[in-house]
């Protein structure tokens, strides 16, 4: 089953968010930034995401990850952001940030949050389809468990792709659609542990990183890096790994 044949219908205004999706998200909007609450994961997550970026940046960009501000005056556009648990830190390391995510609370929350801390980031209730028809191209183009949000996974990827600048970086991350996924990821994260609000993931929706590459490479991207990450209980820890068969990430770049 491809990406594509499992295309749900993009919503009314011809963008590919799915209405459900938003308002399950908008629902629990104020709950970003506490670390013990339905988050906790993601906060838990984000030092991997963080790192995997910064260094596939600063490769592609002759950047010293060690340095603190190593992503200065590089545009990033972060799709899906949420309350922006991923673009604060982005920006602490000196990139040009646009959050972007279709739930109003989130961009609400976001904005006071970064406004709090004194970090200037550029959140919009809008979509990567708006921005691209309006000639928007960034160095970095990040979309973080969105692709299983969303209700066409072809288009979304392609307006994704579209926004890279030549020379850019694309990075996306989200959940492998197998048995194991859906043991850990629906049954054990949502039922078990409870880590997640029940019915935040559709397995369904899930993409293997064979369907997510090929969308990406129909984009006209060169694909690049793909790293599972995994989760150990005994440490209460995530990583990279190199088993994807649940959350994985995939880095993709346009020639120059």
Known sequence: MTATARTQGAAPDGSTIDPAEVARFEGIARTWWDPKGPMAVLHKFNPVRLAFIRDLACARFGRDPKTIRSLDGLTLVDIGCGGGVLSEPLARLGAQVTGLDPAPTNVAVARAHAEAAGLVVDYRQETIEALVAGGARYDIVLAMEVVEHVADVEAFVAACCAAVKPGGLLVMATLNRTLKSYALAIVGAEYVLRWLPRGTHDWEKFVKPEELG???????????????????????????????????????????
């Not at 209980?233 to 995939?250: E, G, H, I, K, Q």
């Open 214 to 256: 090929d969308a990406i490479a129909r984009g006209g991207l060169d694909l690049g890096e793909t790293t599972g990450v995994t989760y150990n209980p005994l440490t209460d820890r995530w990583s990279a790994s190199r088993d994807a068969d649940v959350n994985y990430m995939m880095a993709a770049y346009r020639p120059a």
